[in-house]
Nanobody
């Protein structure tokens, strides 16, 4: 499995921006999808955004479309989630995850980070 480390979470005010980073130890397959998920207290973990390493296609949850941007740095084995116009409902623990499958489905992601807390207050 790939080891993943997230960083960049914090406490911000509604309307602010925050950037999360996720770095992993190695890329294990030519086709490789990396994604961000989040889990709010009392709720199931949900998909936020994902990116296919090659050719870089992306997918977003409707709730974050136009506000969040996922990107990656191939040379650094790092993925980012730029979060703009944050809302209190974005409060959650954010996890990065990877899969060697050509899939966006949460059940296909098999390597997970420990999570980073994002709290948005109004």
């Amino acid at each position: 499995q790939v080891q993943l480390v997230e960083s960049g979470g914090g406490l911000v005010q509604a309307g602010d921006s925050l950037t999360l980073s996720c770095t992993w130890s190695k890329r294990t397959n030519n086709y490789f999808v990396a994604g961000w998920f989040r889990q709010a207290p009392g709720k199931e973990r949900e998909f936020v955004a994902a990116i296919a390493w090659s050719p870089g296609s992306t997918n977003y949850a409707d709730s974050v479309q136009e506000r969040f941007t996922i990107s990656r740095d191939n040379a650094k084995n790092t993925m980012y989630l730029q979060m703009n116009s944050l809302k209190p409902e974005d409060t959650a623990v954010y996890y990065c995850a990877t899969t060697t499958y050509a899939s966006w489905r949460i059940q296909d992601f098999d390597s997970w980070g420990q999570g980073t807390q994002v709290t948005v207050f109004s």
